[in-house]
């Protein structure tokens, strides 16, 4: 690689942590005069709590004291999955669909089989489970309730599984979806668990058109979650499946870890307490955004929308926004911006909205904004934007731009090591311990085989860093 251009790169890197490090980046110098206070200003209400229910929310802000003028700053949004003590879990309506193409012959079916066996193992009696499998074709074993002479049948069906055909993921996700409508209604929870090792050859092919007919099959009360194993598949678009269908989303170099991802996502389904969770941003007058890292939002005027997944018991989420912000006059407390969730709360089934807001005090003391700076969100801030160049090193990597991508990381490096010294060094040793490891995988993948899965680990690396935590496997 071009030694200007990695120079040029990682001089980039660096500017980033201007925005979440020591003083909040002013984007315009201050026109007023410094008015003398001469009473303490307000403490910001830092963090701000949401009202119990099956979801809590916990907000953060990078910087609770800001200088006049214009400055960025990061919003850290924690949700959490209530823990039900000694309940029942809840009964299930799922459909299990299954590449059985030919690049999944031999061991990656077998392994697949075995898994599917398993989780029929798992079902109960008020549980219904859908087997489909496709290739270029696809057939399905009806939707039924799991008592035990249905389970018998069910592995006996698993049994006869055959790989053939091309990849057919739409027509996959269709029967799929027809097998959870026969007793979608008698269901809090109805799931569809895909299972792919391959790019979509037959069907509908194009990335928009599948995310597509995901978005529909949420808007249905129906959730996906994505599980891809080997290192042909497009993780991209298989990521997109879990976001845009409330799941979860899992990579597996190894068939013989499928039985515990689809043990996990039964558990995480069976225990769902939340579901069409939103999270809004609503900014006041004087406040921008910059981005939603690592979501796909909507804005509609000052509101910013972040659909969520369904949130099982004990499940964290983690939502992190640059913003910028504006206040006039040393003293003055600034409304950054207000926040509301809103969900349907499967506890109690009843739908739910909770408020609160984030504010931040103009001061003219630098020392004051570098020790009021929240450690906490500094360190969630800078995970989202080292996720951010995890998944850019990923694309280079892919591309055989292994310097590139190489430069990215230690970028990712610098700015771990910067907020060391606002947090701590124990509270960023983990991180810097994994960047260390992902730049001596990258250092060492050989193979075709061994640079895609260095890939496809950086992307699930990244999913976890922008806050997605309950929903990567």
Not at 174 to 192: C, D, I, K
Not at 200 to 227: K, M, N
């Amino acid at each position: 690689m071009n030694r200007t251009v990695l120079f040029l790169s990682l001089a980039g890197g660096l500017a980033l942590t201007a925005l979440v490090l020591g003083l909040p980046q002013v984007t315009r110098p201050r026109t007023d005069p410094v008015v003398e206070v001469k009473t303490p200003p307000p403490t910001p209400r830092l963090p701000v709590q949401g009202t119990p229910g099956s979801l809590t929310m916990t907000s953060r802000l990078s910087h609770p004291y800001v200088p006049a003028g214009s400055s960025e700053v990061f919003a850290t949004v924690d949700l959490m999955g209530a823990e039900v003590p000694g309940s029942k879990r809840r009964p299930v309506n799922l459909a299990l669909v299954i590449d059985r193409s030919g690049s999944m012959s031999g061991y990656k079916l077998a392994q697949a089989k075995q898994a599917a066996r398993h989780l029929v193992g798992l079902l109960r009696d008020e549980d219904r489970l859908a087997i489909v499998h496709y290739g270029s074709d696809v057939k399905s074993l009806p939707s039924a309730q799991a008592t035990a002479a249905q389970r018998e049948r069910m592995l006996q069906y698993v049994d006869g599984i055959w790989d053939d055909g091309g990849t057919n993921i739409s027509a996959g996700l269709s029967a799929g979806r027809y097998q959870l409508s026969t007793a979608q209604e008698g269901f809090g929870v109805n799931r569809l668990i895909l299972l792919s090792d391959g790019q979509p050859t037959e069907g509908t092919t194009d990335d928009e058109g599948l995310t597509r007919q995901v978005r529909e099959l949420r808007a249905t009360g129906i959730t996906v979650s994505a599980i891809g194993v080997g290192t042909d598949f497009n993780e991209d678009l298989m990521q997109g499946f879990a976001e845009y269908g409330a799941g979860a989303y899992g990579y597996l170099e190894d068939a013989g870890q499928l039985a515990a991802l689809f043990q996990k996502d039964l558990q995480q389904a069976s225990t769902t307490v939340a579901r069409d969770v939103t999270l809004t941003f609503t900014l006041p007058t004087g406040t921008v955004l910059g981005e939603v890292l690592g979501y796909n939002a909507r804005q509609s005027g000052n509101q910013v929308m972040v659909s969520l997944p369904n949130f099982s018991a004990g499940q964290l989420e983690r939502v992190v926004v640059r913003l910028s912000t504006t206040g006039e006059t040393v003293g003055q407390t600034v409304r950054v911006t207000d926040l509301t969730l809103n969900y349907t709360d499967l506890i109690r089934n009843v739908g739910v909205e909770n408020g609160a807001a984030l504010s931040a005090v103009v001061t003219d003391r630098q020392e004051e904004i570098v020790a009021k700076q929240d450690k906490d969100a500094t360190v969630y801030a800078v995970r989202a934007r080292s996720a951010v160049n995890l998944k850019k090193a990923a694309e280079a990597l892919s591309e055989g731009r292994r310097e590139e991508a190489k430069g990215y990381i230690q970028q990712n490096q610098v700015m771990f090591n910067e907020a060391s010294a606002v947090a701590s060094p124990a509270a960023v040793a983990s991180d810097l311990a994994e960047q260390q490891a992902t730049l001596d995988e990258y250092e060492s993948a050989g193979s075709d085989e061994e640079v895609r899965s260095a890939a496809k680990k950086s992307k699930v690396k990244a999913l976890r860093g922008f806050g997605k935590v309950g929903s990567t496997y």
